[in-house]
């Protein structure tokens, strides 16, 4: 997964609300913002949750209904697959590439068929060995969600995939946290390189915080995926609105990382930038008489004081000069050159 270019996911998800035209809606806000992909969520609900199994707290907080169930929920939140050539075609007319989290493996075949170009494994399938099987048997490069795990998870999913024959140079790793939203003093950004070093993987990260200054921090540190949930209106009902960006935030987010990723583009050593060499000679101090000097005379310390421009003599080389002589009268004020002296 290796790109320059940093990947920027604007995650969909399921913030659609079971709305073909807001999931249409969505994707023109992803490609506005500058987003590389726009991503959603493909899962039949029978096939990812018991019927018996409760919403996480963050869900019953957001979606602030009387259904306690993860079943009647995700229901709701399916999309059918008449959806799909809808919404690729929508991608491709706002020059955006679509892209979709599979929960279970029909639906991992389902996106097979519509050649999406790598797959994305959520955090909360990273011990599921038989579907990470599935994903990997698929041949395509992965992006592997970490929220919850442990470092010995990840590295046993890593093993997984990695058995079935997918390259490791293939595989980029999201530092994530699987709480909506994630608390500041929660975010642990620096697991992410902990992960890159330990694992020499391409690493990224999957932001749930408010606001967008932790994804443009994760670039700064060497992200190459960046993964964010946006929606039309944080106020909608549904369990990922309220952790998600607005489509101004989106944009916003988007530029800052583009931003990021050309401040750290230069070459590392440190010297002077194209754009300021301009001004080094307007900025920096040369030596200058502090008053009239008569030929013959001793340079002295009482005679110089650094003063703008700085095309003379570098007042670093001042004691270079101190007890020559000059070889002419000067008035004060006069930019010291080395034919005055001898």
Not at 63 to 91: A, F, H, N, V
Not at 321 to 327: A, S, Y
């Amino acid at each position: 997964m290796s790109n320059k270019r940093v990947i920027v996911i604007a995650e969909a998800g399921v913030n659609h609300n079971g709305d073909i035209n807001k999931a249409l809606e969505l994707i023109d806000v992803a490609a506005e913002a500058g987003a590389d992909f726009v991503k959603f969520q493909t899962f039949k609900a029978e096939k990812i949750v018991n019927p018996t199994a409760q919403k996480a707290e963050y869900q019953r907080n957001n979606m602030k209904s009387g259904e306690d169930t993860q079943l009647g929920m995700l229901k709701k939140l399916e999309m059918g697959e008449d959806w799909y050539p809808r919404l690729i075609e929508r991608c491709q007319t706002k020059g955006i590439r679509f892209l979709s989290t599979g929960f279970d493996n029909e639906s991992i075949d389902l996106l097979d068929k519509l050649k999406i170009p790598f797959y994305k494994i959520p955090s909360g399938e990273i011990t599921n060995k038989r579907f990470l099987q599935h994903i990997a048997r698929r041949g395509k490069d992965i992006i592997l969600s970490t929220g919850m795990a442990t470092f010995e998870e990840v590295k046993a999913a890593l093993a997984v995939i990695t058995q079935e024959g997918i390259e490791r140079d293939r595989i980029t790793i999201l530092h994530c946290n699987t709480e909506y939203p994630t608390p500041m003093e929660d975010v642990n950004l620096l697991a992410m390189n902990h992960i890159a070093n330990e694992l020499g993987l391409d690493v990224g990260y999957s932001d749930h915080t408010l606001g967008i200054e932790v994804p443009i921090a994760a670039v700064a540190l060497g992200a190459t995926v960046i993964e964010k949930h946006f929606t039309l209106d944080r106020d909608l009902p549904g369990p990922d609105h309220a952790a998600s960006l607005e489509p101004d935030e989106l944009r916003a987010m988007v530029k800052g990382i583009r931003n990021i990723e050309m401040a750290i583009s230069g070459s590392g050593t440190k010297e002077p930038s194209r754009s300021e060499k301009k001004n080094i000679t307007i900025a920096r101090k040369s030596l200058h008489l502090k008053h009239d000097v008569k030929k013959g005379q001793l340079v002295s310390q009482d005679d110089l004081i650094a003063l703008r421009p700085g095309d003379g003599i570098s007042p670093m080389d001042i004691d270079e000069i101190l007890g020559k002589k000059f070889l002419v009268d000067l008035l004060g004020g006069t930019k010291l050159l080395n034919e005055h002296l001898r």
